[in-house]
């Protein structure tokens, strides 16, 4: 992920500045609209490296937390009890942002279903202007993934027909925007007609992923649920460890523990962690057909003759 985003940064940096460097600024709608997807994306391979950077260490922190459960770190082997306090301490510390990460996911999604939701509303009221659809207006209505979108590896070389497919990209988008809205010179019985059919499309696009998105916010809300508590459960070893003499706790300490003894806290914390990152791989796997379920069923259409 972290690579991969790294090298998804410098394609997007390497495209904004040819752009930037060519002699046509005239721009119009759609390069708008990919200026903007660009920036989107570039921000998004930023934060995605952050991500990365903080799931790397996490992963290293795996090692001594399954010692621990194989009862490894009873022995010197790996550098003990010690170790794995250091690797608790390291885990936490980039748990703690992905945690921030998770929360304000989980209300995007939730408030981008309900601009869908909107959206459609606009589109039947025909109050729709091409000035008001913006980078995720248009995303929604096309769900459109512009080859920028992916990874790419960190030190992959510019590809020689990079400039053409920005063009092609941005001709897709004039020609869906021409769709939208025909010029008034060219607008007759055929091109209201595929108009309506566009929008018609579009607002099953936005319809379909109004549910879609709502269960995806609180998909991330249930993996705050469970990264939370694995998070406090984990604390607990640290805790324990540098506050060895239970009678010398301050009472901050104390409630933390929930006023258990060190024994039970240690334990209890490590089971809930290790229980709540058990549960989660699997509500990885199954929640992409549960969203699909979602999705609201088009009615099929009956042929009379």
């Keep these: 992920l972290l690579t991969a985003s790294i090298g998804k940064l ?4 390497r495209i904004v500045e040819g752009r930037l460097s060519s002699s046509n600024k005239d721009w119009s709608q759609a390069d708008r609209i990919v200026n903007e ?11 995605s490296a952050l991500i990365g950077s903080l799931v ?34 390291v885990m936490e510390i980039a748990l703690a942002p992905l945690l921030y990460f ?63 497919k920005v063009q092609a990209e941005v001709k897709n988008v004039a020609d869906t925007f021409a769709t939208w809205f025909p010029k008034d010179k060219k607008k007759g019985e055929k ?11 579009a607002k099953d696009k936005l319809e379909s992923a109004v549910p879609q998105l709502r269960m995806e916010g609180y998909r991330e809300f249930l993996y705050l649920v469970f990264n939370f508590v694995a998070f406090y459960g984990y604390l607990m070893g640290p805790l ?13 300490i104390q409630s933390l523990k929930f006023f258990y003894d060190n024994d039970y806290a240690d334990w209890a914390g490590n089971f809930a962690g290790d229980l709540m990152w058990t549960i989660e791989p699997m509500v990885i796997l199954g929640s992409p057909f549960l969203i699909q379920m979602a999705k609201p069923q088009k009615a099929s259409k009956v042929k009379v003759d």
């Excluded at 410098?10 to 940096?13: F, K, N």
Aim: glycine letters at 6%; a negative charge.
């Design 56 to 89: 790397f260490p996490i992963g290293i922190a795996f090692f001594w937390l399954t010692a621990n459960s194989w009862h490894v770190t009873e022995t010197d082997w790996i550098g003990g009890l010690q170790a794995l306090i250091y690797a608790l301490i």
């Design 10 to 13: 410098r394609r997007i940096v």
């Design 102 to 164: 998770m929360l304000i996911d989980g209300f995007e999604m939730i408030a981008k279903s309900k601009r869908c939701k909107d959206l459609v509303d606009i589109i039947d009221s025909g109050t729709l202007n091409p000035e008001d659809i913006g980078i995720h207006r248009y995303e929604s209505m096309t769900k459109w993934v512009p080859f920028w979108d992916a990874g790419l590896p960190i030190f992959a070389p510019a590809s020689d027909d990079e400039d053409k």
């Design 240 to 252: 324990v460890y540098y506050y060895g003499d239970e009678q010398l706790q301050p009472t901050y």
């Design 191 to 201: 091109e209201e007609k595929l108009s309506k059919e566009a929008f018609e499309e």
């Design 37 to 47: 997807s660009l920036f989107k994306e570039a921000k998004f391979a930023l934060r």
